[in-house]
């Protein structure tokens, strides 16, 4: 009965005293890299802070059911909201890698987009299979009355005591939003700073870009996952425990989200570029 009665987790509504702090030190970054490193390594940290709001604002679409939805008793995939990010959004980012190699900015981006997109359609229509065919639930939301995309009601599927169970079609397409977006901006990370240290790193390391392009590859690929799992983390705790998608009251924070993910992406992304530039 603790869990039924708990109170909603603070931090729900907007603080704009954080926010404009946020802003703050993301405008530092960005004028200390101006100063530092104009040019090219300018250009990256504004692509790394691009992809990293887009993975930000993307995991807020994706249904985390956690604990409760193994259960049937919250809708949603049974997993952490980090967790899930990063199956859907690494799987995307790793497509996206594939084909910087292949193509070229735009042409990676929508691979990973793609990636990342059907990754997290796979999952969620593999989790309803479960809930249906294994747990004998119908997918059920407890944040609507009807799903706002097929017209299906609710209330009359969703079982007393419980929030929903399942993965309601609004939720599955929320998902493969979340995907996309999250695939999307970590290929734009990846490229931007693989980009950089193909430029940089030959004349640094006085070798042919040839030889240093597996180091290239290397250094940009942990840093684009790094600075994808801290946005992950950060929308983690921005929505606290489990959200059906973007008909969820809590996908109504993510302009907190964004605010945190672009001034953290800038930090994480201006540590990359002095690696290179100083």
Not at 122 to 143: E, Q
Not at 205 to 212: D, G, R, V
Not at 225 to 236: K, P, Q, S
Request: hydrophobic fraction near 55%; glycine fraction near 16%; proline fraction near 5%.
């Amino acid at each position: 009965m603790t869990a039924v009665a708990a109170k909603p987790a603070a931090g729900s509504a907007l603080n704009p005293t954080a926010m404009v702090v946020g802003v703050v030190l993301l405008l530092i970054i960005i004028g200390a890299c101006w100063q530092l490193a104009p040019g090219l390594a300018f250009m990256a940290l504004i692509g790394i802070i691009v992809g990293g709001v887009l993975v930000g604002f993307g995991v807020h679409f994706v249904p985390v059911g956690g604990a409760p939805a193994a259960m049937g008793q919250a809708p949603g995939i049974a997993t952490g909201v980090a967790m899930l990010a990063a199956g859907g959004g690494l799987a995307g980012l790793f497509g996206g890698a594939w084909a910087a190699s292949q193509e070229g900015l735009v042409v990676s981006v929508v691979t990973g987009g793609v990636g990342g997109g059907l990754m997290m359609a796979i999952t969620c229509m593999m989790v309803n299979f479960i809930y249906v065919y294994g747990m004998g639930i119908p997918a059920a939301s407890g944040k609507i009355k009807v799903d706002p995309i097929t017209g299906d009601t609710q209330t009359e599927y969703k079982s007393q005591g419980t929030e929903g169970h399942g993965l309601p079609f609004v939720s599955f397409v929320g998902g493969v939003i979340g995907g996309i977006l999250g695939g999307a901006g970590g290929t734009i990370i990846y490229i931007m700073l693989l980009n950089l240290y193909k430029a940089t790193l030959p004349t640094m390391m006085k070798a042919t870009e040839a030889q240093i392009l597996p180091i290239a590859i290397s250094a940009a690929g942990i840093f684009a996952i790094g600075i994808f799992l801290v946005n992950a983390v950060l929308t983690a705790y921005n929505i606290t425990g489990t959200i059906e998608g973007f008909h969820d009251p809590k996908f109504k924070r993510w302009p907190r989200a964004v605010v945190a993910s672009a001034a953290a992406s800038a930090l994480c992304g201006f540590v990359a570029i002095l690696i290179v530039t100083m």
